[in-house]
């Protein structure tokens, strides 16, 4: 398996304005709105990027708002961040929940774990 293994991922939201507003919130940066792919196939899909570089490592993605696709689901994704705590602190004053506060993994930095405002639970990490 090559290292960085996740290529992209996708958050499944059901009020994709709510969604939107906290992921903006807690990383202050604006989403970008993807073109659907496929609108013959899903007329109401609707997809806003994250920040992304080619250039750059890790994995890009997208809130994605599809029929039949619940938010809330089983994938943890986890964010990078100079301090997890403050994008935490963030999570939890837009709406969100603080599921685990910050968290040491020993020579892997830190995590923190937090639960949007669509229900998905998503991680946060830090080396410091």
């Not at 994709?16 to 919130?25: G, I, Q, V």
Request: with cysteine; charged share 20%.
């Amino acid at each position: 398996m090559k290292s960085n293994p996740v290529g992209w991922f996708e958050i499944y939201v059901q009020d994709m304005p709510r969604a939107k507003a906290f992921y903006e919130a807690v990383f202050q940066g604006a989403l970008e709105e993807l073109k659907n792919p496929d609108p013959s196939g899903f007329p109401d899909m609707e997809m806003w990027a994250f920040p992304m570089s080619m250039e750059e490592s890790g994995a890009a993605g997208a809130l994605v708002k599809m029929a039949g696709c619940p938010s809330g689901g089983s994938t943890l994704v986890y964010f990078s961040c100079e301090d997890c705590s403050v994008e935490a602190a963030r999570a939890a004053a837009h709406g969100g929940e603080i599921f685990k506060g910050k968290m040491s993994i020993g020579g892997y930095g830190f995590i923190a774990m937090v639960v949007d405002t669509e229900g998905n639970m998503i991680g946060l990490h830090s080396m410091q």
